[in-house]
C-alpha cells in the first residue's frame, strides 16, 4: 500500500469555527509533513514530525496546531482561522528524514474555505 | 535559504512534442524530487533524483548535483501530461525543510 489517505476532501468553516485534517498513511513511514497551497503557488512546509516528534514548524501561527498520535497518524487542528488561509492542506510521508529514505508521497489534500 | 527556480513557467505543447524542464538550486541538497500536480490537486511522484539520471516510460530525469541542476525530459507528450510540473529540494545542511520551485505549467494541445 503505497497511499497516504486524507480527510475531508473538502471543508468550509467559519472564523469562530474549530475543525481537524486528518492524514493517514498504512507504509510504515516514520516521518510525516503538511503542507499549504494557495492557488497558482507551490507548496509550503508547515510541520514536519519524525518518529512521532515535532521536528519542524515553519513559524505557522497558533491558529494551526498538529499533532501525531502515532506513526501512521497526523492531525491538523484549526481553530479561529482567518479567510485567507483558504487553501489546500497536503499531507506527506517518508520513510523517514535520512538521506536516500526521505522521497515524500503525497495525500489528495484537503481544500478548506474560510468564510 | 535556499533558492530553487524552474524553466520555463509556463510551456504550450503539440501533441506528439518533446520537452525538457529545468530546475535550478542554489545549495547542496539531500534530495531533489519531479512532482506533477493534476487539475485535482494530487501531486504525483515522478522521480527521487538527488543525483544521476532515472527513466521511466517517456519521462526521464537527471541531477548534476554538482553544477545544481536538473532536468526533466518528456518525450511525445500527451494530452494526459497536463498540468504543473514542481521541482522540491530538500536543504543539505541546517535541517530537513523542503523547498519547492514556482512550477512549471504544460498544456499539451490535441
Known amino acids: 500500500d503505497t497511499e497516504v489517505t486524507q480527510t475531508p476532501k473538502h471543508l468550509v468553516m467559519g472564523m469562530t469555527n474549530k475543525k481537524s485534517l486528518k492524514c493517514e498513511q498504512h507504509?510504515?513511514?516514520?516521518?510525516m509533513y503538511w503542507y499549504k497551497q494557495k492557488a497558482k503557488k507551490p507548496p509550503e512546509l508547515m510541520f514536519v514530525?519524525?518518529?512521532?516528534?515535532?521536528?519542524i514548524n515553519e513559524s505557522v501561527p497558533s491558529r494551526f496546531s498538529p499533532e501525531c498520535p502515532n506513526s501512521s497518524l497526523l492531525n491538523l487542528h484549526l481553530h479561529a482561522l482567518q479567510p485567507e488561509d483558504s487553501a489546500l492542506y497536503l499531507c506527506?510521508?517518508?520513510?523517514?528524514?535520512?538521506?536516500?529514505?526521505?522521497?515524500?508521497?503525497f495525500g489528495p489534500g484537503t481544500r478548506l474555505t474560510v468564510l | 535559504g535556499i533558492q530553487v527556480e524552474q524553466s520555463p513557467p509556463d510551456l504550450i505543447l503539440q501533441e506528439g512534442a518533446n520537452s525538457t524542464l529545468r530546475c535550478n538550486f542554489s545549495?547542496?541538497?539531500?534530495?531533489l524530487q519531479w512532482f506533477h500536480q493534476n487539475p485535482w490537486g494530487q501531486l504525483i511522484n515522478l522521480f527521487y533524483?538527488?543525483?544521476g539520471t532515472k527513466q521511466n516510460g517517456r519521462l526521464s530525469a537527471t541531477t548534476v548535483a554538482t553544477e545544481r541542476y536538473s532536468l526533466l525530459y518528456i518525450s511525445s507528450s500527451q494530452t494526459t501530461d497536463s498540468g504543473v510540473y514542481f521541482c522540491?529540494?530538500?536543504?543539505?545542511?541546517?535541517?530537513?525543510?523542503?523547498?519547492f520551485g514556482a512550477g512549471t505549467r504544460l498544456f499539451v494541445k490535441a
Open positions: 506527506a510521508s517518508s520513510q523517514d528524514l535520512a538521506g536516500g529514505r526521505n522521497e515524500q508521497f
Open positions: 507504509m510504515g513511514h516514520r516521518a
Open positions: 514530525y519524525s518518529y512521532e516528534k515535532l521536528s
Open positions: 545549495d547542496s541538497v539531500n534530495n
Open positions: 533524483i538527488p543525483s
Open positions: 522540491a529540494v530538500e536543504r543539505g545542511t541546517g535541517g530537513f525543510k523542503t523547498i
